[in-house]
Each structure stands twice: as C-alpha cells, then as structure tokens.
C-alpha cells in the first residue's frame, strides 16, 4: 500500500516548455486534489476532482489543466510554463470530499518540486 | 476572503514542555483542519473540527467558533515534534466553498 505517489519529485523547465505531474493513489478514494506552496503564500488549492471523468477549479486555476480519467490517478498539466508556476505541487486523496464539509482525512503525496527558468 | 493568521510564525521549545499553536480567521467557518508537514516537506493531516476538542495521542486540538480560534496543543513535546503546523479553514454554502490555509508555524523542539 503505498498511499499516494507523485512523479517526478523535481523537475526544471524552460519558460514555455509543457509537462504533466502524476499523481496515483491505491486507495481507492473518490476525491483527489492539487495544490502549490509557495514561500510565503502558504498552500492553494488549484484544482480538484470528485470523482473518476469530473475536474473542478480551486482558487488558482490558471494556467493548468487536469485530467482524471483513471479512478487512481489525477494529472496536472502545465502547457506554456511560466516562471510564476515555480514551486512545490502537492497532491492529496480523500474518501470523502472536506470541500462539501464531510471532516474526512486527506493523504497527502510527497511533492514535487518544480522550477520554471 | 477569510484571513487566516497564525501564532506565534516559530517557536523554540525544550523537549517535555507543553506547547501551544493558535489559528485565528477573519470570517465564520465550517470547520478547520490542522496539519504537519515535516522537514522534508510530507505533509500529515492531524485534525479536522467543527466545534468542541479533538484528541489523538499527545496531540489535542480545540475550535471556539464564535470567538473565530482554534488552538493545538502537544503535551510532553519531543525532537520528532519539529515541523511547520498549518491550520486550513473551510467555507461552504450554498454550493460553493472557500478554501484558505495559514501560512504556518515553525516548531523546533530541543532535547
């Protein structure tokens, strides 16, 4: 049971270059979600999913799209990458979705460390 | 927007002593979360609340709501305790929701 995984853990991109994080849990949860953390800014919700087929914007959608075709796995694709969408991407599964006030634990991924030049 | 601030932004503590971590915010909310994230950057859910106390182990969380305060408490603190402890507050009605985290507090405990 390894809970969730992102891959990769680091990357460096150049200002327009495109790439997609992946992230897969074997849990067996309905909800998945990303976030970035920035210095300073604490962590922000970018976006979310309720179940396998459906996305949802967070509060910093721009600039990213998702994709969550599998149950297991969420997709975070930046397109033309900007030296704003520096920083660490977390994502997080749930059973139940805490956005809609269910008090249910998430399990968050170890992160990926992004630098766009 | 709901401002979520926490208190104190580090703290320094000698193994065995009892902390405390304060998350105040600006608007109502429905409920809180609290959250550890070690030094290597994983991050651990530890509670979520919508009133009253929480308690798991030597961890204990507590919410007012009406005075907008949550508190974690770590009794008996240990080396294993440092990491940064964030508190997310969550807003929901009427089929949106507001998701605001504070920015963190940095505990090192020394043996």
């Known amino acids: 049971n390894a809970g969730v995984t992102q891959t990769p853990k680091f990357r460096v991109l150049k200002t327009g270059q495109s790439m997609t994080l992946l992230c897969a849990q074997d849990?067996?949860?309905?909800?998945m979600y990303w976030y970035r953390q920035d210095p300073g800014m604490g962590l922000r919700l970018i976006h979310y999913?309720?179940?396998?087929?459906?996305?949802a914007k967070g509060e910093v959608p721009d600039g990213y799209n998702v994709s969550r075709l599998k149950k297991q796995n969420f997709l975070l694709g930046l397109e033309s990458a900007a030296p704003s969408q520096t920083s660490v991407y977390f994502c997080?599964?749930?059973?139940?979705?805490?956005?809609?006030?269910?008090?249910?634990?998430?399990?968050f991924g170890p992160g990926t460390r992004l630098t766009v030049l | 927007k709901n401002e979520v601030e926490q208190s104190p932004q580090n703290l320094t503590a000698q193994e065995g002593e009892f902390i405390t971590i304060n998350c105040s915010y600006s608007?109502?909310?429905?409920?809180l979360h609290w959250l550890q994230q070690h030094p290597g950057g994983g991050i651990v859910s530890l509670f979520m609340?919508?009133?009253?106390?929480k308690k798991h182990g030597r961890l204990i969380a507590t919410i007012n709501i009406q005075e907008k305060h949550s508190s974690l408490h770590i009794t008996a603190s240990h080396p294993r305790d440092s990491a940064v402890y964030i508190c997310?507050?969550?807003?929901w009605g009427a089929g949106s929701y507001q998701l605001t985290f504070g920015k963190g507090t940095k505990l090192s405990v020394i043996p």
């Open positions: 997080a599964s749930s059973y139940s979705t805490w956005l809609a006030g269910n008090l249910d634990t998430q399990y």
């Open positions: 849990m067996n949860h309905e909800y």
């Open positions: 999913s309720v179940g396998e087929g459906t996305t």
């Open positions: 608007v109502g909310i429905s409920a």
């Open positions: 609340l919508s009133s009253g106390k």
């Open positions: 997310a507050v969550f807003e």
